[in-house]
T-cell receptor, first 111, second 113 residues
C-alpha cells in the first residue's frame, strides 16, 4: 500500500542530544500525526498538525507541518533514555479518511 | 476515561483455523480502525468502521473481515489462517469526524503455527 518516506530509519544517540526525523510524501496532506510506540504496546499520539506551516510543541517534542503540505518533521530536544522507541508519522489527505503511515524511525538513546 | 482495550493480548493458532479479535473503543468514539503490524512493513490499514458500517477498506484479502456493534465495539475475524498472518493487530478509535486523531489499543499478538 501507499506509504510515506520516513527518515532516518534508525538513530543511536547519546543522552542529552537533540534528535530530528522527517516524513515526506508525493501527495498533499491536510493532517500530519506523530506517534511513538514502545515495545509490545500500541502507538501513542504525540502531536497532531492541521495547518500548513503549523509548529506545535509537546514538552521536549516539536513538530512542524511543512508549507508545501508534503512533509513534516519531529524534533526531540535533550533526549533521555525513556525516549527510546519507534516514532511513526502518519498523514491524511482531504479526500480519504485513511491515514498513510511511515515505516518508523527507531530511536536508541545511550545513557 | 478508559483507553482502547483489545482482547485477547496474545493468541496462538494453527494454519487453517480462524480467529476473532475484539476491540472496545474509548467512550464516545464512534470510529474503529484495524491495522496489521509486521516488522519492516509498518502499519497496514485493514478497515475502518463507523456507526456499524464499514467506511474504509485496505488491500487485504476477503479472509479478513470485521464488524461493529451498536455500542461501537468492534471485532475482526480472520478465516483460514496462514503463516503470514502472524502479526500484531492493532485497533484504533477516534471520534469519527474530520479530525482523524486515532488512539490505539495495546494490540493482539497473533502467532500462526
Amino acid at each position: 500500500g501507499q506509504q510515506l518516506n520516513q527518515s532516518p530509519q534508525s538513530m543511536f544517540i547519546q543522552e542529552g542530544e537533540d534528535v530530528s526525523m522527517n516524513c515526506t510524501s508525493s501527495s498533499i496532506f491536510n493532517t500530519w500525526l506523530w506517534y511513538k510506540q514502545d515495545p509490545g504496546e500500541g502507538p501513542v499520539l504525540l502531536i497532531a498538525l492541521y495547518k500548513a506551516g503549523e509548529l506545535t510543541s509537546n514538552g521536549r517534542l516539536t513538530a512542524q507541518f511543512g508549507i508545501t503540505r508534503k512533509d513534516s518533521f519531529l524534533n526531540i530536544s535533550a533526549s533521555i533514555p525513556s525516549d527510546v522507541g519507534i516514532y511513526f508519522c502518519a498523514g491524511q489527505d482531504g479526500n480519504n479518511r485513511k491515514l498513510i503511515w511511515g515505516l518508523g524511525t527507531s530511536l536508541a538513546v545511550n545513557p | 476515561k478508559a483507553g482502547v482495550t483489545q482482547t485477547p493480548r496474545y493468541l496462538i493458532k494453527t494454519r487453517g483455523q480462524q480467529v476473532t479479535l475484539s476491540c472496545s473503543p474509548i467512550s464516545g468514539h464512534r470510529s474503529v480502525s484495524w491495522y496489521q503490524q509486521t516488522p519492516g512493513q509498518g502499519l497496514q490499514f485493514l478497515f475502518e468502521y463507523f456507526s456499524e458500517t464499514q467506511r474504509n477498506k485496505g488491500n487485504f484479502p476477503g479472509r479478513f473481515s470485521g464488524r461493529q456493534f451498536s455500542n461501537s465495539r468492534s471485532e475482526m475475524n480472520v478465516s483460514t489462517l496462514e503463516l503470514g498472518d502472524s502479526a500484531l493487530y492493532l485497533c484504533a478509535s477516534s471520534l469519527g469526524n474530520s479530525y482523524n486523531e486515532q488512539f490505539f489499543g495495546p494490540g493482539t499478538r497473533l502467532t500462526v503455527l
